[in-house]
């Protein structure tokens, strides 16, 4: 999480003088933001083609079924659940990438 500094009374940081300006930091948290955008994007990107193990959740006959993997990358299925994967672990395939390029697509192996 990226956030522009702002002072907080009591601390040191509030009595500093020449203080950055709000629009610097504004810019400058926006900057951060989008760095760390196109870093994940990138870290998806390379998960492409992998089988994970996912963590299944949501209701079954949901669409789209969702799930994460062990370090909280977020999958979504080419399927609904069945009503006996809800709460399962199960081997996907990453596909893609999904959700606008936020997470993961992927295809239930067997």
């Known amino acids: 999480h990226v956030f522009p500094f702002s002072p907080r009374d009591g601390t040191r940081a509030a009595t500093l003088s020449?203080?950055?300006?709000?629009?610097?930091?504004?810019r400058r948290a926006a900057e951060m933001?989008?760095?760390?955008?196109?870093?994940?994007?990138a870290?998806?990107?390379?998960?492409?083609?992998?089988?994970a193990s996912v963590l299944l959740e949501g209701e079954a006959d949901a669409s789209p079924a969702a799930?994460?993997?062990p370090d909280y990358l977020r999958?979504?299925?080419?399927?609904p659940l069945r009503d006996d994967e809800?709460?399962?672990i199960r081997d996907v395939r990453l596909v893609g990438l999904a959700g606008e390029g936020t997470a993961?697509?992927?295809?239930a192996c067997g």
């Not at 870290?43 to 089988?51: D, F, I, S, T």
């Not at 999958?75 to 399927?79: I, P, Q």
Request: proline share 5%.
């Open 86 to 88: 809800v709460g399962a």
């Open 33 to 41: 933001q989008a760095l760390g955008d196109r870093l994940r994007r």
């Open 43 to 51: 870290h998806l990107e390379a998960q492409v083609g992998r089988v």
């Open 18 to 26: 020449d203080p950055v300006p709000i629009a610097v930091r504004r």
């Open 75 to 79: 999958v979504l299925l080419d399927r």
């Open 104 to 107: 993961l697509a992927g295809r």
């Open 67 to 69: 799930g994460y993997t």
